[in-house]
C-alpha cells in the first residue's frame, strides 16, 4: 500500500512537471562558465528535474549498500556468536540454572 502511495505522488508530481515545463518554453541563456548558450526552458527545468533525481536516487543506493554491509556484518557476528554459546554449553559441567531458580537464590532475598 505504501508503494501505491509514492507511486502516485510521483506521477502527480511529474505531471505537475510536465505542466509547469511545457508552460515555460521560451530561450533563455545559459552561462556554463566557458562558454554561453540559448536554450529552451523546458530543457532546462527537465534536466533539473532529472539532475535532482539522478542525485538523490544515487545516495539512496549508496546508503542502501552501506546498509546491507552493516547488515551482512552483523548476521556474521550473531552466527559466531551463536557458535561459542553452542561450545560453552557443550562444555558445561553441570546444567544452567533455569529463570525462575535465580529468583530462589537471589542473594538480597527478593526472590522469596
Known amino acids: 500500500m505504501k508503494f501505491q502511495w509514492i507511486l502516485i505522488l510521483g506521477i502527480i508530481f511529474a505531471l505537475l512537471v510536465a505542466i509547469f515545463a511545457v508552460i515555460n518554453v521560451d530561450p533563455v541563456s545559459v552561462n556554463f562558465g566557458f562558454a554561453e548558450t540559448e536554450i529552451p ?62 529468583h530462589r537464590i537471589a542473594p538480597d532475598g527478593s526472590g522469596e
Open 41 to 102: 526552458l523546458i530543457l532546462v527545468i527537465l534536466g533539473s528535474v532529472l539532475m535532482g533525481g539522478l542525485i538523490i536516487g544515487s545516495v539512496g543506493l549508496f546508503r542502501l549498500f552501506v546498509t546491507q554491509r552493516k547488515v551482512k556484518h552483523l548476521e556474521n557476528e550473531n552466527l559466531k556468536l551463536n557458535e561459542q554459546l553452542a561450545k560453552a554449553e557443550e562444555n558445561q559441567s553441570e546444567p544452567l540454572p533455569s529463570r525462575t531458580d535465580y
